[in-house]
């Protein structure tokens, strides 16, 4: 059986970087021809450059929901335009598949259940549905007449189409509905503000305990403890009740439960969060945040605690906000996880270098959309679209 103390290396095989919002809004600006600083334009020529060469950067649910904040259609546009052609839609994968592996491989860890090692699965896809639910969804073509798929290779220029629709669906998904498109939307059902209902109960979780440590203040000890079992509890409960269903499992046996002898069972519990990478790092994150009173929770503190939980186990570099890189430089997140945490986008350059050289040694599909036919960059104009169109025989 593996050490308990080696490390899970999550890392997707393709050289990767994760880029938290604020440096894509940076981005953007440069792209515009309005930097916020004059450096900035050097690092937007240098990460165009490593996405071309292959170097992926990831965009995850953090980022569909903060860009659908920005409520200004062109602004949302602008930003997504950006995010769009240098991330070419790559996306992680949705946190519930990522979570279940992790709490898997603890368990194998910890109680020798399961019997063997669990295989990750993979965590770097493409598109929407990809972020959200751990599936890939695509345009297909069928035959009009039998009612099948039709392969886009067996019709010439197909496949150029294809490429071009997909593609050109993924960046309006990302960039959003148009002012004039809200009212037909939400008579199908269409209602983004369940999302930021759903993180307000979140946050409300951990407002109320910002009000128990005040009139109840503990060690850093016990407070880290009583956070893992906080996450647990709150945010993973119904994911590790079904594993240890699935695999049999009684939790007071496998952690040698013992009403006289707490403390034995407590430092089991503790050891099996711990080897859970990801919630190991939010755990992390909020007790500092909880250390110290005078932080206001924030929904946006929430999601870049999210973010950073998923995207430092299995991206190569992370560029976190100044406060997250601080917090996590205390805790060793990335060095933990053999990731660099970068606290200023203008390191970007100097680190994409090798990831640049790496991505091109590997080779193989650069941009992560070869399954659509071959092709080059990331169609955002619907022009494109149309004319590949016009071009098929089933057009004319």
């Not at 409520?71 to 790559?90: E, K, V």
């Not at 598109?127 to 007449?145: I, M, P, Q, T, Y």
Request: charged letters at 25%.
């Amino acid at each position: 059986m593996t050490s308990p103390c080696e490390p899970l290396d999550l890392h997707v095989s393709r050289p990767s970087v994760y880029l938290d919002q604020w440096v894509w809004i940076r981005l953007a600006r440069a792209a515009s021809g309005e930097p916020r600083e004059p450096a900035d334009t050097s690092v937007l020529r240098a990460v165009q450059d490593a996405s071309s060469a292959g170097v992926a950067f990831p965009l995850s649910v953090t980022h569909y929901m903060e860009t659908a904040k920005v409520t200004d259609p062109r602004q949302r546009a602008t930003l997504a335009r950006t995010m769009a052609l240098i991330s070419r839609c790559r996306t992680l994968r949705n946190s519930g598949d990522l979570l279940r592996h992790q709490f898997l491989h603890a368990m194998y860890l910890s109680f020798s259940r399961p019997a063997f090692r669990p295989t990750a699965p993979e965590a770097l896809g493409v598109g929407v549905w990809w972020a959200f639910n751990g599936k890939e969804a695509h345009f297909s073509l069928f035959d009009k007449s039998s009612g099948e798929k039709t392969d886009p290779a067996s019709i010439p220029g197909m496949q150029k189409f294809m490429r071009l629709a997909n593609q050109f669906a993924e960046f309006q998904m990302f960039a959003g509905p148009r002012d004039d498109e809200i009212e037909e939307l939400r008579s199908n059902g269409y209602r983004p503000e369940a999302a930021v209902e759903a993180t307000r109960s979140r946050l409300e979780w951990e407002e109320i305990y910002v009000g128990l440590l005040a009139d109840d203040p503990i060690s850093r000890h016990e407070l880290r403890v009583r956070v893992q079992v906080r996450e647990l509890l709150h945010e993973h409960s119904k994911l590790f009740n079904e594993l240890l269903a699935e695999y049999r499992l009684d939790l007071h046996r496998e952690v040698n439960y013992n009403p006289d002898r707490p403390n034995v069972s407590r430092e089991g519990m503790v050891a099996f969060a711990d080897r859970i990478p990801s919630l190991r790092i939010a755990v992390d994150l909020k007790i500092e945040l909880f250390r110290n009173a005078s932080k206001t929770w924030t929904v946006n503190a929430l999601h870049d605690i999210d973010a950073m939980s998923m995207a430092v186990p299995y991206c190569h570099v992370v560029v976190p906000d100044k406060e997250m890189a601080s917090l996590m430089a205390r805790s060793k997140a990335g060095e933990r996880n053999g990731t660099q945490v970068l606290r200023q986008m203008q390191q970007l350059p100097d680190v994409l270098s090798a990831l640049t050289t790496r991505a091109r040694e590997i080779g193989g599909d650069a941009s992560g959309w070869a399954w659509a036919g071959p092709g080059e960059g990331f169609c955002i104009d619907e022009s494109e679209v149309h004319s590949a169109a016009l071009n098929q025989p089933c057009a004319e």
